[in-house]
């Protein structure tokens, strides 16, 4: 290196160390002590600053909150709701002391020691409103107070500094026993309940000066999700959380030597009364409210905040396709009940949900005879199964995933299957042979055919063909709830639950060319502080076009000539599907046309204390009331009336998949063969017999789809024993209900 090579590199190891030094000696540990005990004082500063700055305000205002609106979709009014406040405040005194114990057992242990603020909840809360994650976070019995009773809800850094400092005044200024019985006079509880008293009076009809502790707990439990917690309306995961969080109050309780563990062993859950629906919601404002409501709670807007009032909600409802359902029901079912004289009759409940397709908006909705007589909606209930309204998306599964049978056949509208009533599923490790309606066999007959006719044997091996895995993902892309959906050959029978707008929204999806339809009640919901986006009603394509339309061809056979033809009219253009659960206890009609998608079902519901399942056979004196009677004539007249007495519109099918045909090579049925004993043509003959009593996962005897005469007319003949998929000689294919067993199959 040269002299002046050295020289240049001296230099810049001297600018080097220099710069180094600087930064040493401006980061020094004095230095920085002094930045950080300077940050405290500006932060004590800041704080001490707000504190005299924020005053405690007057109560925010309960005695003039407003009342919500409910309107149909063309701003006319359903309902107005929170006119009153339902809130009677009592004095603490009035409360029991182990009843006070529970709420702070519930929400703050610590809470007669405190000095109100939860620092590091706060603080937690604070990161995560700046996160975006909302309002989460801990808080005192006090800071939930001031909430209540002087701030908002919003879930704002601002709100949560004044809620700080206005709980740290009112501690300095108030007793304890003050904010505890401000704290349980302004919660609110769910059931329209606002205080204590109302809660005791909404959950268990006393007075609050009479709870127990083990009703207190429940009550202090409810306060951390109203909606999610309320038993009458609780989801099973809401059950078990609400119980564990009782539990984990009355633990707590002993914990803090305020009840004696023995005495907590003897305590058992206090199951709530039934709740009594607010005045103004009769009829089926009730349940179209009720809805809408759960709607909101998904979409962010809670009870609390319902509450609050000042609310503006528009509906999806057409005022006058609403009219027309009701009608509907009243005019094919209700009418023809005699619900005083008629233990059947008396059972009876009938539930609907209409879509448009094209956008999923909830255009009509029936949930009962009366939101003040039968409080839970008919309409969104998930405690009975679908039936056979499940057949079509075993095909959508068959045609989505290139399905084929055991020989080999692409599965398609023309594919041919063993019809034969019995007949053991080949290829499953869980055996399965379910009985056809009226045992009736079917020999070799066609995919189209089979879903005309509804028929058990050849949907249970499709759904094997398929697999029952790949048939469940389908379904819950259509959306289908994932409720009792096990993955065994015996869904085909639509053994899962859900709801009439569950399979609305099924339905529609095949109606929008497979294009996804979640179906959503609430056009808009506006305040003065705020507005919500609605549900996005159309999401993205879950099968093919072409799955979806070859799916709506077949369907469009099952009302022209199968066991949808109560439905069949020359007004309009319709596809659709009958189903009948396990011995008769619900009856379902899923049908669409290009522009409007209803699904109709009735239930059979004991009148008594629980509601549990019975048959509903015997309905208005008519045999059996299965798909494609009641259900069927209610959804035609409700659709004729709903489309201005027809449309023209006709389905845009593309590409409809017909499917391959192996030709049979053993001989045909005979005549002389009985329907009870008759073998498919394409069963091979070591294939034995198999009764529903050999296989396990067979289910209880089922209830059929196909109207009886009086209720529709009669299927054409089948064909003639020598052709493939011939029937049983002088016997209609979908066969005569009036000389049909109770316990005849699903269909």
Avoid at 51 to 72: C, F, G, H, T
Avoid at 168 to 177: A, F, Q, S, T, V
Avoid at 328 to 334: A, P
Avoid at 385 to 408: C, I, R, Y
């Amino acid at each position: 290196m040269g002299r002046a090579d050295a020289r240049r590199a001296q230099r810049r190891g001297a600018r080097r160390a220099a710069k180094s030094g600087g930064i040493r000696r401006l980061f020094t540990w004095k230095k920085m002590v002094g930045a950080f005990f300077g940050l405290c004082l500006l932060i004590m500063g800041a704080f001490v600053a707000l504190y005299m700055y924020v005053d405690i305000p007057k109560a925010n205002a309960l005695a003039e909150r407003q009342s919500n609106v409910y309107q149909y979709s063309d701003g006319s009014l359903l309902t107005r709701t929170g006119n009153g406040v339902n809130r009677q405040n009592v004095d603490l005194a009035e409360v029991p002391k182990d009843v006070q114990h529970t709420f702070v057992a519930a929400e703050n242990k610590s809470f007669y020691d405190d000095k109100g603020v939860d620092l590091k909840g706060t603080a937690r809360g604070l990161i995560n409103t700046l996160s975006g994650k909302g309002k989460q976070g801990g808080s005192t019995i006090t800071q939930q107070y001031v909430k209540n009773y002087y701030l908002t809800q919003d879930p704002t850094i601002s709100r949560k500094l004044k809620e700080l400092v206005i709980s740290l005044k009112i501690e300095n200024k108030k007793g304890k026993d003050y904010i505890l019985a401000g704290y349980i006079n302004t919660s609110y509880y769910g059931r329209g309940a606002s205080g204590i008293q109302a809660a005791a009076q909404a959950y268990y009809g006393v007075d609050a000066k009479d709870l127990n502790v083990s009703q207190g707990a429940y009550l202090a439990s409810v306060l951390q999700a109203p909606s999610q917690y309320d038993w009458q309306t609780a989801s099973e995961t809401g059950k078990k959380l609400v119980k564990a969080r009782w539990g984990y109050t009355l633990d707590n309780m002993v914990e803090m030597h305020w009840l004696g563990k023995a005495e907590r062993d003897k305590l058992t859950f206090p199951y709530p009364d039934k709740a009594k629906p607010a005045k103004g919601m009769e009829g089926q404002t009730g349940y179209l409210v009720e809805a809408a409501n759960k709607e909101l709670e998904k979409q962010g807007i809670t009870a609390e905040m319902r509450q609050a009032g000042g609310w503006t909600f528009t509906l999806n409802i057409d005022k006058k396709r609403q009219k027309q359902l009701e009608q509907s029901v009243d005019r094919q079912l209700e009418s023809k009940l005699d619900r005083k004289n008629n233990k059947v009759d008396a059972t009876v409940q009938a539930g609907a949900t209409s879509v448009d397709p094209k956008t999923g908006a909830v255009v009509a909705l029936y949930g009962g005879v009366d939101y003040v007589k039968h409080y839970y909606s008919n309409a969104t209930r998930r405690d009975y199964q679908p039936a056979s309204t499940f057949k079509p998306l075993v095909l959508a599964s068959a045609l989505e995933n290139g399905s084929k049978t055991q020989d080999g056949d692409l599965i398609g509208v023309n594919t041919r299957y063993d019809g034969t009533s019995k007949r053991p599923v080949v290829g499953s490790d869980t055996p399965f042979a379910p009985e056809n309606e009226d045992n009736q066999s079917y020999g070799s007959v066609t995919v189209q055919k089979a879903m005309n006719a509804s028929v058990n044997s050849v949907f249970a091996q499709m759904v094997v063909d398929v697999g029952p895995p790949a048939v469940k993902r389908t379904a819950l892309s259509l959306g289908v709830p994932d409720e009792n959906f096990p993955e065994r050959p015996a869904i085909t029978l639509g053994t899962m639950n859900a709801s009439t707008w569950d399979m609305a929204g099924a339905y529609a999806t095949l109606d929008n060319h497979g294009k996804k339809v979640t179906p959503f009640i609430v056009k808009s919901a506006k305040h003065r502080d705020r507005t919500v986006e609605p549900v996005k009603g159309i999401g993205s394509q879950v099968i093919s076009r072409k799955s979806a339309d070859t799916v709506t061809s077949v369907l469009t056979g099952v009302v022209d000539s199968g066991s949808g033809r109560a439905a069949n009219t020359s007004a309009y253009e319709a596809a659709g599907k009958t189903g009948t659960s396990e011995n008769n206890k619900s009856a379902w009609f899923a049908g669409y046309t290009p522009e409007l998608t209803t699904v109709v079902a009735l239930f059979g519901e004991s009148p008594k204390d629980g509601g549990g399942q019975v048959s509903l056979t015997g309905t208005a004196n008519s045999g059996r009331a299965n798909g494609g009677g009641f259900p069927a004539q209610i959804w035609a007249d409700y659709t004729l009336g709903a489309l201005g007495g027809g449309s023209s519109a006709r389905f845009d099918l593309e590409d409809v998949e017909r499917g391959e045909v192996t030709m049979p090579t053993t001989p045909p049925t005979t005549p002389s063969q009985s329907a009870s004993t008759e073998t498919s043509p394409s069963q091979s003959p070591d294939v034995p017999s198999q009764s529903p009593s050999q296989s396990p996962d067979v289910p209880p005897s089922q209830s059929p789809d196909v109207p009886p005469p009086s209720q529709s007319p009669d299927v054409p003949p089948s064909q003639s024993p020598g052709q493939p998929g011939g029937g049983v000689p002088g016997k209609p294919a979908d066969g005569n209900e009036n000389n049909i067993v109770n316990n005849a199959p699903a269909r």
